[in-house]
């Protein structure tokens, strides 16, 4: 993202949802956005995810310029490389795990046997490869989460974005979710995660602090291994 | 940091060497609190003082072993059946710097606490890595114990994140200070050099 800014409302209802925010996501890097009620963070997200358009500033996914693509180059764009997960799981519970996951592809256009197969695989990806068949109301929460998780990831698509992944997860579940984002972005995926729980932020590489719809400070990006010896 | 009470739950395991039971205090602490030699025998010698443990016997180098008593087993069971007191700790650099910060003119409470809570969600990140770094179930007891003291680091790091959000509301929420009371003794129409004469 380059100086994006979103406004929302004109005159006196004008509010600057984000103000002139500049933000990269490497491949296989996990960031984190923390920041009071109404600081940015959802817009944010959504402007990542091309769900919404920036009033000023651009957006580039996968090397793709987000605002210069018609609107249906940009929702295969979406389909294709983004994945999402919402702390409202939203899995639909007439569908198996298993038919959840498949349910983007699908709607891509791949055959049924195909999307069957991908969604197998990318259950197993999660742990959740015993769940394929379940219904969502026969899940826990984490392991919904684990299903939201894998049809985020289903295709191999490279950006995940979550919004408050654990939500009302206990902190054992919550921990499982970090785990396993933080070992996609490992293998390569980027992760842009908005979060108000700071021990679930300090799974990423980097932690970015919205205020007022600015990005107001950031801790470093990666480090060595030589700070690790700091931690004690 | 209650050594007496470690040395003496290791004890309750059964008899110990001095250097057996500096090496078991750090194995199931991380080290996160290394001891020197000499503090576990001061501290044996004054467990002994107190009838918690005897001396039973040494090796052919000279050095003893330890065995606790009924009443060193008694004052185990009563440490880990009663709750620690917070009151003991020493006052809070933290929140005397926030205070300071508050009331003092000229100071952006909010750049501090920004400050603050970049630093220690670091720290936070740190923590966060080494736990990453070891098995998500870890099988060894000592592993699991180092665990243990690791997420208490982490929950008290968390804690300082959300308290320190909760200061940034607080202040964003209530009206600029009133001006500072003068400095004592310092009228104001008088140069503070003359105030003494």
Redesign the interface.
């Known amino acids: 993202m380059r100086d994006v800014s979103r406004d929302h409302g004109t005159g006196a209802g004008l509010v600057h949802a984000l103000r002139n925010v500049s933000l990269d996501v490497a491949e296989g890097e996990f960031v984190a956005v ?1 920041g ?1 009620s109404g600081s940015g963070k959802s817009t944010l997200l959504t402007l990542a995810g091309g769900l919404d358009t920036p009033t000023s500033g651009r957006i580039t996914v996968a090397g793709a310029d987000i605002g210069a693509l018609g609107a249906a180059a940009r929702s295969a764009l979406r389909r294709r490389a983004v994945g999402y997960v919402f702390q409202d799981l939203n899995l639909i519970p007439a569908l198996t795990a298993a038919e959840n996951v498949m349910l983007p592809r699908e709607l891509d256009g791949a055959r049924a046997r195909r999307a069957r197969r991908q969604a197998h695989k990318a259950l197993a990806s999660v742990g959740a490869g015993d769940l394929a068949d379940r219904f969502p109301d026969e899940l826990s929460g984490g392991q919904q989460q684990r299903v939201a998780i894998a049809r985020a990831i289903i295709g191999d698509r490279r950006l995940l974005l979550a919004d408050e992944p654990t939500g009302a997860l206990d902190s054992h579940a919550g921990e ?1 979710i970090m ?1 396993l984002l ?1 070992s996609r972005c490992d293998e390569g995926a980027a992760c842009l995660m908005v979060t108000h ?3 679930h ?4 590489d980097r ?1 970015v ?1 919205l205020r007022d719809g600015r990005m ?5 990006g990666r480090t060595g291994p030589e ?2 010896l ?3 | 940091m209650s050594i007496r009470h470690g040395l003496l739950a290791l004890l309750s395991q059964g008899p110990r060497y001095g250097y057996q039971l500096r090496a078991e205090f750090e194995a199931s602490t991380g080290s996160s609190w290394p001891l020197n030699i000499g503090q576990v025998y001061s501290t044996l010698s004054r467990l002994e003082r107190d009838e918690l443990v005897t001396r039973v016997g040494a090796d052919d180098e000279g050095r003893f072993v330890y065995r606790i008593t009924p009443a060193g087993e008694a004052d185990v069971r009563e440490w880990f059946a009663t709750p620690v007191a917070r009151a003991d700790r020493p006052r809070d650099e933290l929140a005397i710097k926030l205070a300071m910060a508050v009331t003092t003119p000229g100071v952006d409470v909010r750049q501090v606490v920004q400050a603050q809570r970049t630093a220690t969600l670091r720290t936070l990140q740190d923590l966060t890595r080494v736990k990453a770094a070891a098995p998500a179930d870890p099988a060894d007891q000592g592993d699991r114990a180092w665990r243990l003291v690791l997420e208490s680091m982490i929950f008290q790091t968390e804690a300082e994140v959300r308290w320190l959000d909760h200061c940034e509301a607080f202040v964003a929420r209530t009206a600029p200070a009133a001006p500072a009371a003068p400095p004592a003794d310092a009228p104001l129409d008088a140069p503070i050099g003359e105030t003494s004469r």
């Open positions: 923390m009071p499982e785990r933080r729980e700071s021990r932020a300090a799974w990423a932690v602090f107001v400070d950031s801790t470093p700070t690790l700091e931690a004690g």
